[in-house]
């Protein structure tokens, strides 16, 4: 283990490289839309920008001093760079959403322990949303904060973010002949009571619930129980970025930050939001 203050430091330094890259990998984008002939290790096909961003973040966040692990969902093995935390990343959350021009994120969770690690275990997380504007949420002790990225400035826009009372978005991935029955029936509650916002990039959608109240679920399949996400890159980082703004994650039965992890791109049924309905949806599924 780490000194708190040794922490902090990495912590800061992380947060400064994700923040410093960020408009670098949004201009990079232009030229770096089209696919590679590789799948990343789970199983997706890889965009060049994929790989690229992937490459940019190893390079910068393993230079870091306490960084001693970098992980991302679009390489097999973790690389080693030393003594220290663990930075797991997902270099560009949604990219198949590339071709379609729409919107895209970058995910980043801080473990102090090796990889695979608990959700117990995060130090911070946070997100990076590539909308009309570039957008940082970084969760850090109790707090949640939101920064607007433009060049070299990084702006605070709200020093406390909170998931509002009173509910208003719902988004759900996969297709719904393959939502299990239990799924299918809160699914029919819940879309009598919010409205539907889904883009195919979890970073947006979430940032919708995060904005609004309500629910995002990446849930399990019938042809896939563990649907698609993944815990390390995806589920943990985003189910802290929730819980710490008041709200609630869950895989169907437990808080995210509670799930067992056992290999590094293990993947794992993502439902978080407004804590009702994270309530609902557990009872639901029981
Ligand atoms: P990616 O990180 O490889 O882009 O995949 C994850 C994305 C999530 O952002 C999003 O929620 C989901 O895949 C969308 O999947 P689908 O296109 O099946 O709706
Ligand atoms: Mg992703």
Same mark, same amino acid.
């Given at each position: ?8 430091? *990495?912590?800061?330094?992380? +947060? ?11 201009? $990079?984008?232009? !030229? ?6 590789? #799948? ?15 490459? @940019? ?26 003594? !220290? ?20 994120? %970058?995910?980043?969770? &801080? ?10 275990? @995060?130090?911070?997380?946070?997100? &990076?949303?590539? !909308?009309?504007? %570039? %957008?940082? @949420? ?10 607007? @990225? ?5 702006? &605070? ?41 889904? $883009? ?10 995060? *904005? ?21 890159? #995806? ?10 703004? !008041? ?8 808080? =995210?930050?509670? +799930? #067992?992890?056992?290999? =590094? ?15 609902? =949806? ?5």
């Amino acid at each position: 283990m780490m000194q708190e203050s040794a922490h902090d430091a *990495t912590v800061d330094a992380v +947060v400064d490289v994700i923040a410093e890259t960020a408009p670098e990998i949004r201009t $990079g984008l232009v !030229g770096r839309r089209g696919t590679v002939d590789e #799948e990343n290790p789970s199983g997706d096909e890889q965009v060049e920008a994929d790989v690229w961003a992937d490459g @940019l973040l190893e390079d910068r966040l393993s230079r870091i001093d306490g960084v001693g692990q970098y992980a991302s969902e679009e390489r097999p093995e973790v690389v080693d760079c030393g003594e !220290g935390v663990a930075v797991a990343v997902d270099p560009l959350d949604g990219s198949s959403n590339l071709k379609s021009n729409n919107a895209m994120g %970058t995910i980043f969770g &801080v473990y102090d322990a090796e990889l695979p690690a608990r959700g117990e275990d @995060l130090v911070a997380a946070g997100y &990076v949303l590539y !909308g009309p504007v %570039t %957008t940082m @949420l970084v969760a850090r002790g109790d707090t949640v904060v939101e920064y607007e @990225l433009s060049g070299d400035e990084r702006g &605070v826009i709200e020093r406390d973010v909170t998931i509002p009372d009173d509910p208003v978005v719902y988004g759900f991935g996969g297709r719904v002949p393959d939502w299990p029955d239990d799924f299918a029936a809160y699914v029919d509650e819940v879309e009598d009571e919010l409205k539907l916002r889904y $883009g195919g990039a979890m970073i947006a959608d979430v940032n919708q619930v995060v *904005t609004y109240g309500g629910v995002f679920a990446y849930p399990a399949l019938d042809s896939a129980p563990n649907g698609k996400l993944r815990l390390q890159f #995806e589920g943990i980082p985003i189910g802290y970025v929730i819980e710490t703004a !008041g709200g609630a994650s869950s895989d169907g039965s437990q808080s =995210l930050l509670s +799930v #067992e992890p056992t290999e =590094l791109h293990q993947r794992v049924p993502v439902h978080v939001g407004s804590e009702e309905y994270v309530d609902r =949806l557990e009872a639901a599924l029981d």
